[in-house]
């Protein structure tokens, strides 16, 4: 079966950084498009950043993260990364990777989730 395990979440200081994973299996890792997405207590899930199938040439960003957040892939490891740097208290969520064939997933759209990963950043 399809699985996409988040880690990397964690409880840090605002300016802090991170870098979350989501490592799947069961898919053929390069014909998907990637995202990850948060939630946050009480508000919908939201977009934060995409990244196209095969060798990731496009990225997209949520104007909150950009400019201070790089998604990746690295398709040996059937792995997408997100880095996050100068973390915000209002970037404290649950962060969820997604996985949807060929094109890019969005919120409310997408094949497959992870199971998240929780990011705290204090003040």
């Known amino acids: 079966q399809v699985q996409l395990v988040e880690s990397g979440g964690g409880l840090v200081q605002a300016g802090a950084s991170l870098r979350l994973s989501c490592t799947t299996s069961g898919l053929t890792f390069s014909n998907y498009a990637m995202g990850w997405f948060r939630q946050a207590p009480g508000k919908e899930r939201e977009y934060v950043a995409t990244?196209?199938?095969?060798?990731?040439?496009?990225?997209n960003y949520a104007d909150s993260v950009k400019g201070r957040s790089t998604i990746s892939r690295d398709n040996a490891k059937n792995t997408v990364y997100l880095q996050m740097n100068s973390l915000k208290p209002e970037d404290t969520a649950v962060y969820y990777c997604?996985?949807?064939?060929?094109?890019?997933?969005?919120?409310?759209?997408?094949?497959?989730w992870g199971q998240g990963t929780q990011v705290t950043v204090s003040s």
């Open positions: 997604a996985a949807r064939f060929i094109v890019v997933p969005t919120a409310r759209e997408a094949e497959y």
């Open positions: 990244i196209t199938w095969g060798g990731g040439a496009n990225t």
